[in-house]
């Protein structure tokens, strides 16, 4: 079934190697669902295609160095563990990605990503305000959440 509405990410060009990329992140949670070429454009040809993460569709369109990603849309990745953290983060900021504050980053195509341990949403929203603020206080020091870090 088609979502109602899908997310559309602009690549500058290689959609095939942009999929490789996120399917070696997401490995058994990334599906292909259509790949190919749309035709020449005015910047030459256009690949599309969409997949899923999670089970989450994505349009993904290569039309070359027009527009490119901000930090005013990113993905959030509700992790389990520190390993699972560790993990994201690391293969995000991998080969050209960059750690920025607070559990953000950017990958290497500068999609900026939010890898959020499920335990700093528990703190965070906890009824016991001196947890949340110690939480919230030790975040906003972090660029990778460590979650050990954020108990007192």
């Known amino acids: 079934m ?3 509405i899908t ?4 690549f500058e060009k290689d959609l095939p190697q942009v999929v490789e990329y996120y399917k070696n992140i997401f490995k058994d949670n990334f599906r292909v669902v259509h790949l190919g070429d749309l035709g020449n454009g005015p ?3 256009f690949q599309f295609g969409t997949v899923e993460i999670f089970g989450t ?3 993904l369109l290569a039309a070359g160095p027009t527009f ?3 930090e005013a849309v990113s993905f959030t990745i509700n992790t389990e563990d520190q390993e699972e953290t560790d993990y994201y983060w690391d293969s995000f900021v991998a080969d050209g990605g960059a750690e920025s504050q607070c559990g953000w980053c950017k990958d290497k195509y500068g999609l900026s990503w939010q890898v959020v341990p499920k335990k700093l949403t528990e703190l965070s929203t906890s009824s016991d305000k001196e ?3 110690y939480a919230m206080q030790q975040m906003f ?3 990778k959440i460590i979650i050990k870090d954020l108990e007192k």
């Open 68 to 70: 490119k990603f901000t």
């Open 43 to 45: 910047g030459g040809e």
């Open 2 to 4: 088609q979502n109602k």
């Open 131 to 133: 947890k949340r603020d």
């Open 141 to 143: 020091q972090m660029k």
């Open 7 to 10: 997310a559309c990410l602009w």
């Open 57 to 59: 569709r994505f349009d």
